[in-house]
């Protein structure tokens, strides 16, 4: 049996996460914890309790049966909730897409609450319905998207869709030695890309024989290669080196590029995931 935690606090995000959670525990066993988390100094407790009610509701309609805990927290966010997700398989929150600015504002919540995370953390944008389109996994050079290939492959199974494989890659700069320059050319590298996303797929067909899979390999940042697929992608995974803003480092995170972009859900997981049960 799954368990979800689901951050919840009734707005337009947070309502397509709880949509979006209740789509995937009607594919799979589960027990789902919806949490409300509000500040010491918060002056409407009654309200926090009515969401999680209205959030109760809506899982138990559309999924009778489901196991929901319901738990009203006090402390900062997003590291009460973190904590409180600590031993989960997937935590689902909502994010509002576009606006960095103000998640910046916010200690950049949801990255934060990703990077911290030891298990995948799916953010949902508002407005989010189901499409039915394939699953997208972003492939990295090194073994940190070899969790995320795991986990979309877990996904596109439960969900009955195709996975989409996507390495993005960039010709290096020419190093120099001496008064000489040593340059690669466009065609070997292409090759070894190439071969990154080939040796990728035949790992992932070796367990999924029967997955249909395509592989794009696209000559631009990782980033911006993802970000041609939202539109035509059901979920975005991204694997993580736990970098950003936590290690003050706003630079290199593939995560912090895609996610106020992006069309639809995106699910971070880390290089070390928690146990999930195969399905």
């Not at 951050?7 to 996460?17: E, T």
């Amino acid at each position: 049996m799954e368990r979800l935690v689901l951050g919840y606090d009734g707005s337009p995000p947070a309502v397509s996460a709880l949509a979006w959670t209740a789509a995937r525990c009607a594919r799979l066993s589960a027990k789902v914890d919806v949490v409300n988390v509000v500040t010491p100094l918060s002056d409407d407790r009654a309200e926090g309790l009515q969401l999680l009610a209205d959030a109760e509701t809506f899982l138990r309609d559309r999924i009778p049966g489901l196991q929901v805990e319901l738990h009203r927290l006090e402390g900062p966010m997003p590291d009460t909730l973190g904590d409180f997700s600590q031993g989960a398989d997937l935590v689902v929150v909502g994010i509002n897409a576009g606006r960095p600015i103000r998640a910046a504002l916010a200690g950049w919540m949801p990255l934060r609450l990703a990077v911290d995370s030891s298990a995948p953390v799916c953010l949902v944008p508002p407005g989010w319905v189901e499409t039915g389109d394939p699953i997208t996994v972003g492939i990295a050079d090194d073994e940190s998207s070899d969790a995320a290939l795991e986990f979309a492959a877990r996904e596109a199974r439960l969900t009955g869709t195709s996975l989409r494989l996507v390495h993005g890659w960039l010709m290096p700069a020419p190093s120099a030695y001496g008064s000489g320059a040593l340059s690669l050319s466009p065609d070997s590298e292409i090759a070894r890309h190439r071969a990154v996303v080939d040796d990728a797929v035949e790992r992932l067909l070796e367990d999924h024989p029967t997955l249909p899979v395509q592989s794009e390999l696209v000559r631009d940042s990782r980033s911006a290669a993802l970000l041609q697929f939202t539109r035509e992608s059901s979920l975005i995974v991204i694997g993580t080196h736990r970098r950003g803003p936590l290690s003050g480092r706003l630079r290199g995170s593939v995560s912090q590029d895609i996610l106020w972009r992006a069309d639809c859900p995106v699910c971070i997981v880390p290089d070390i995931p928690a146990e999930v049960e195969s399905l």
